[in-house]
């Protein structure tokens, strides 16, 4: 069974560009959930789908944003990028939206802004 | 809110010596919790889970047990390999009406030396 792809894997973009991420969660999975990753913050939440249905999201601003296909893909996208949005972005699947479930997570997109 | 507090890093140990790493909690109800291996350029990847106070998850010679009364979840292995060496993160998921909270620490790094 193939895992979580993360596409593209590295990606470099200039400042006030605009990004699209993309996610496949493993076949079955029907929530994807996103997280940026700095050295310097960590992890953190960016958002959760579940059934096409946006679920939960984090403390980011509004540039940030997301959606789910009807596939169970999922694509995240920033506008106006700045500096500070240089980061891992990961993204992983589970199988259902139950609390006790283990995530599966991508190899994610490096993010580098110039 | 919910929060995840890990021991700060990096840990170095030789190889073949016995790892704690702490992790503690606080949660509005009932956690699960996690904990999760990241290996260099890659994904993070579940080591163990426990869903229930007293339970203990276990897997490659890992071991943490969920203490409800001190709420801790802290991971420990009797003798550390140099394939260990990557960083781990506690993490806790809990129901909150609709939505799944996930709460990652920020992450342990780990060097094992032979």
């Known amino acids: 069974k193939a895992g979580v792809t993360q596409t593209p894997r590295y990606l470099i973009k200039t400042r006030g560009q605009q990004v699209t991420l993309s996610c496949s969660p493993i076949s079955g999975h029907r929530s994807v959930s996103w997280y940026q990753q700095t050295p310097g913050q960590g992890l953190q939440f960016l958002f959760e789908?579940?059934?096409?249905?946006?679920?939960n999201k984090g403390n980011f601003p509004g540039r940030f944003s997301g959606r789910q296909f009807s596939n169970s893909r999922s694509e995240m996208n920033v506008s106006t990028l700045e500096l500070g949005d240089s980061a891992l972005y990961l993204c992983?699947?589970?199988?259902?939206?139950?609390?006790?479930?283990?995530?599966?997570f991508g190899s994610g997109t490096q993010l580098s802004v110039l | 809110g919910n929060s995840v507090t890990q021991m700060e890093g990096p840990v170095t140990l030789s190889e073949e010596a016995f790892l704690t790493i702490n992790c503690t909690y606080t949660?509005?109800?009932?956690?699960?919790l996690f904990w999760y291996v990241q290996y260099p350029g890659e994904g993070l990847q579940l080591l163990l889970k426990?869903?229930?106070?007293?339970d203990k998850g276990s897997n490659k010679g890992f071991e943490a047990t969920y203490r409800k009364e001190t709420t801790s979840f802290h991971l420990e292995k009797g003798s550390v390999q140099v394939s260990d060496s990557a960083v781990y993160f506690c993490a806790l998921t809990i129901s909150s009406g609709s939505a799944r909270q996930l709460t990652f620490g920020s992450g342990t790094q780990l060097t094992v030396l032979p």
């Open positions: 992983a699947s589970s199988l259902e939206y139950r609390a006790n479930e283990k995530l599966f």
């Open positions: 426990a869903t229930k106070a007293d």
């Open positions: 789908y579940f059934s096409e249905t946006q679920r």
């Open positions: 949660a509005t109800g009932y956690p699960s």
